[in-house]
Every structure is written in structure tokens, then in C-alpha cells.
């Protein structure tokens, strides 16, 4: 069998692991336990850098290298995925002569991505749009938290109700309203800061995980609604921080514009409800604003309700009675759904098969050799 000599053995030194590149083939060499290994080196599931990955001792007493991407697991010496897995790394057989690494030229073991029965993020990665050219679909969003064990009244919450309500009595609309308090799903974790590639549509944490929480925004804002009502108070000048967890969470949305020129958001709206004790609705709506641009969707005029007593008003025990009464909520939430449906309306026969995006784009980016 042809082997392709790599490096020097004086490069691999006991417990170190690295990438080797020769011509277009690239392998992860692992030299633990007195033993020199090979696979290859884009991990199966998105390519990810094995020859940089994190080495692990598994219940079966075995070393394991972990992708540092997403975290899938390979035995060092058959590439095989742990117990439970069937999934297999591409593995390669080692000779080192003459102090020279070299490695087969063809794998001893191909490797093999098992196909699961079951694809619970299947409808999210064929991009199952549920929408048509009649649907008024409006998804609220409420970001406000509280203790579910204590529940309170909320103004922005109350507000985006009655949103909802008279978008299905005066629209037709139909209406849905996700709470982000009570979904469980988990912090971004940064892929993308490791390389670009590594954040993936579906969300990795949702192909790991079909219970995570996120999914439930994904299938409702991507593949549901028409139209978006997102509702939050202001906190310390800014929108809650479960906007901004559940905003961290659709960096997968955007970045497949970046990455891959691929726009998810099509002919869809978005309004907001902002409250606070205190002020700061221009700024907060000016931040909303920018983000949901970035994902794709396109704004009514006048697109958000603002209620704030002022500066001054610590007496909180009466801002939700207030709110509750205020003449002004009722007819501006009124005209806020209004604008967003005939919207709807209109865009919904707007071509966007060629959709200009005038973001930044990877194959724009520069690279160090440049």
C-alpha cells in the first residue's frame, strides 16, 4: 500500500495531537499511550477541526478526540463514534521509518454517518414553510420575565394580548403567543466565534437537541408567521435579557446570509410593544429595529407602541392600572396591528427570489494571506 510521509516524529511529541496537511488530503495525527494514530480530519458532521479537538477518556476506558466545534466524539484508533453511535471517522494507517510520520494513502476504514429513523429538526432543515399566499399568521413574543410559581401582571404583555385579539376579530388573523420564560433552551454557545462554518441551519444545539426550547421560535418565526409582535419592558435603558438570550439564539438565521447567501426571513413583518417605568422606547426600538433588519424583515411605518411613565415614577404599583386604563394603549396597539397586516397585505406577492442582501458576505471577506 502507498504511504504519504507527513512530519518528522520529533513533531509530534507524546500526548499532542495536531492537523497535517499534504496536497489536497488533510489528517489528524494523535500520538497517546505510545501509540501514533491517523484520521481524517474534517470531523463528519460540519467539517469541523479534529487536529485541533479536545482528547477524552470515555467510560469505556478509551481516548476519544471531541471536535472542537460541536463536540462530536471519534476513538483515536478506530474512529469509531462512542457506544450508543454508529457513526465513524475515516481511519488511516501509521508507519513511521526513519523517524518520518507517513500515513496510507487510502483509509482502512471509510468513514460513515449513520442515517437516524427519526429527524426531529427535519421540517426546520428542508425549510417546511407554512405559510401562503393567503395566511395571516401573527406570532407574538413575549420576552418579559417573571417566577411562573408568581405570575404578575405584565403591561408589554397585556399590551401584545390585545394585539393578538384584534388582529383575529378585525383581521381574521390567525394568532399564537410564545412566552420565552417558559421555554427551556440554552445560551448560545459561541460556535460561530470559532470558525463561521460552525453555525449551522438548523442551530447546532437544536440537530443535539430536538427538546431545546428555540426550536418552538424557529418553526413560529421562520416557518409560521407572516407577521411578528414582539413585546418587551425595558430594562436598565435595554430590552429584557430574554430578548437577548432568544436573540443570541438566531445568530443561525442570520448568519446564513453571511455565510451561505441564503435569506430564511421572506415577506415578513415585524412590529414592537415596548413599556418600561422608565424611558428609553426610542432607543430600545432603534436596537429591535436593527436587529430584525438583519434577519430579513421589513417594518410598517410608525412599527412600534411605546408606554413609559417617566423618570420619576417609582410608584409601580399603580403603572400597570394606568396602563391599563390609558386611552392611548388601546388605540395605538389598534394601529400598530393595522400597519403591520396591510403590510402583510402587500408584500406578500413581492418577488424575492433574487432578494438583495448589502451585507457582509464570507467569500468578501479578506483573508491573512491578503
Known amino acids: 500500500m502507498p504511504y504519504i510521509p507527513l512530519i518528522p516524529l520529533s513533531e509530534l ?3 499532542s495531537h495536531k492537523s497535517v496537511r499534504s496536497g489536497k488530503k488533510n489528517f489528524a495525527l494523535f500520538h497517546y499511550n505510545g501509540i501514533i494514530t491517523a484520521l481524517e480530519n474534517a470531523c463528519i458532521h460540519k467539517g469541523g477541526d479534529l487536529g485541533q479537538g479536545f482528547i477524552q477518556t470515555l467510560e469505556d476506558g478509551e481516548l476519544y478526540v471531541a471536535c472542537p466545534w460541536h463536540g462530536w466524539q471519534y476513538n483515536l484508533k ?5 457506544h450508543g453511535y454508529r457513526d465513524r471517522q475515516a481511519v488511516y494507517e501509521v508507519i513511521v521509518d526513519n523517524g518520518m510520520i507517513s500515513v496510507s494513502e487510502e483509509p482502512l476504514s471509510k468513514a460513515f454517518r449513520a442515517a437516524h429513523d427519526v429527524d426531529p429538526v427535519a421540517d426546520l432543515r428542508n425549510l417546511e414553510y407554512q405559510t401562503t399566499e393567503k395566511s395571516i399568521n401573527v406570532l407574538g413574543i413575549s420576552t418579559t420575565n417573571m417566577n411562573r410559581d408568581l405570575p404578575r401582571p405584565s403591561t408589554s404583555e397585556t399590551a401584545l394580548q390585545q394585539a393578538l385579539d384584534f388582529a383575529a376579530s378585525e383581521f381574521g388573523a390567525s394568532t399564537k403567543m410564545i412566552k420565552i ?6 445560551h448560545c454557545e459561541g460556535y460561530y466565534s470559532r470558525h463561521e462554518r460552525a453555525c449551522t441551519w438548523p442551530c447546532s444545539i437544536s440537530e443535539m437537541d430536538g427538546e431545546d426550547g428555540m426550536n418552538e421560535v424557529y418553526r413560529s418565526m421562520v416557518l409560521w408567521a407572516d407577521a411578528v409582535i414582539l413585546a418587551t419592558p425595558i430594562r436598565w435603558g435595554n430590552a429584557s435579557s430574554l430578548f437577548y438570550k432568544m436573540a443570541e439564539r438566531l445568530n443561525t438565521v442570520q448568519n446564513q446570509i453571511t455565510v451561505h447567501d ?3 426571513i421572506k415577506n415578513k413583518v415585524a412590529s414592537f410593544i415596548i413599556t418600561g417605568g422608565q424611558d428609553n422606547v426610542q432607543g430600545v426600538a432603534g436596537n429591535l ?3 430584525f433588519t438583519d434577519l430579513g424583515f421589513t417594518f410598517p411605518p410608525f412599527n412600534f407602541v411605546g408606554w413609559s411613565r417617566g423618570w420619576i415614577a417609582e410608584d ?3 403603572n400597570y392600572n394606568q396602563f391599563f386604563r390609558s386611552r392611548y394603549v388601546k388605540r395605538s396597539v ?7 397586516i396591510r403590510l402583510v397585505m402587500q408584500i406578500k406577492d413581492m418577488d424575492v427570489s433574487h432578494l438583495h442582501t448589502p451585507k457582509p ?3 468578501e471577506a479578506g483573508s491573512l494571506s491578503e
Do not use: H
Open 13 to 15: 511529541p507524546e500526548n
Open 78 to 82: 478506530t474512529g469509531k463514534a462512542p
Open 181 to 186: 420564560r417558559d421555554l427551556n433552551f440554552r
Open 262 to 264: 441564503r435569506v430564511l
Open 289 to 291: 429595529n436593527s436587529f
Open 316 to 318: 409601580t404599583e399603580n
Open 334 to 340: 389598534r394601529e400598530l396591528v393595522t400597519n403591520t
Open 361 to 363: 458576505k464570507i467569500s
